[in-house]
């Protein structure tokens, strides 16, 4: 069983076009995080969000953290073709060991045509 | 500064054999990462130290998988008798410390195949 459910798996929308990609979990999480990975490299951190009901924007990124802390979406304004890539929302969970653990999404494959 | 750096960054091997994977992290961060990552998945946790003392091992997968680090450098991840279901990209991530707002910084991975 997934713990974090990411929709959609794939996306491929026109250039200027908007989407939003959803994070939904039964679990409560102490912050929720979005990556951004492209092929053959590691993760890269977007953006990180603690406060339930929380939104950061990053220029047209706009990430909102659920008010019950279970759930996120990361909205993308005019998506430009230097948006494609792979993003992954991670959430923190306590893991009893003094620290916590990120547990991953399976991603949404992001592609934008010009 | 110098990111997290992973080697090799290929690794074939043949089924049965065992293989090391290296990871060096970001100088002066504490907390150090193992992740994998199987095509079409998420990352799915392995192991993460403290130092060099790994408080949560619940991530790896059989006891054919281990860790170890040495001071709060370099660490390496071992498979024996790799099967090929352990084909994958395996991910090193390291942080200042350990708390929910740490950020972790990824290395390439290593892509391991299993022929």
């Known amino acids: 069983t997934q713990l974090l459910e990411q929709s959609p798996q794939f996306l491929s929308i026109q250039e200027g076009e908007n989407l939003t990609v959803y994070c939904n979990s039964s679990?409560?999480?102490?912050?929720l995080q979005w990556y951004r990975q492209e092929p053959g490299e590691g993760p890269v951190l977007l953006v990180t969000v603690v406060t339930g009901g929380e939104v950061k924007k990053l220029k047209r990124l706009t990430f909102q953290f659920g008010d019950a802390r279970k759930d996120s979406s990361l909205h993308i304004t005019a998506a430009q073709p230097g948006d494609t890539g792979l993003y992954l929302c991670a959430g923190t969970l306590y893991s009893g060991a003094g620290s916590y653990q990120l547990t991953f999404g399976k991603g949404t494959k992001l592609s934008v045509i010009p | 500064g110098a990111g997290v750096s992973q080697s090799p960054s290929n690794k074939v091997t043949e089924k049965g054999k065992d293989v090391e994977l290296r990871c060096d992290p970001i100088?002066?961060?504490?907390?150090l990462y193992w992740y994998r990552q199987r095509l079409g998945q998420g990352l799915e946790f392995l192991i993460y130290?403290?130092?060099?003392?790994?408080?949560?091992k619940s991530g790896l997968p059989s006891d054919r998988f281990s860790a170890e680090r040495t001071g709060e450098s370099v660490s390496t991840l071992t498979i024996q008798r790799t099967q090929q279901e352990d084909s994958a990209v395996y991910l090193c991530?390291?942080?200042?410390?350990?708390?929910?707002?740490?950020?972790?910084?990824f290395g390439p991975g290593t892509r391991l195949t299993v022929l």
């Open positions: 679990s409560v999480f102490s912050s």
């Open positions: 991530a390291s942080s200042l410390s350990w708390g929910y707002t740490d950020t972790q910084y």
């Open positions: 130290f403290q130092g060099n003392s790994a408080p949560d």
């Open positions: 100088s002066g961060h504490t907390a």
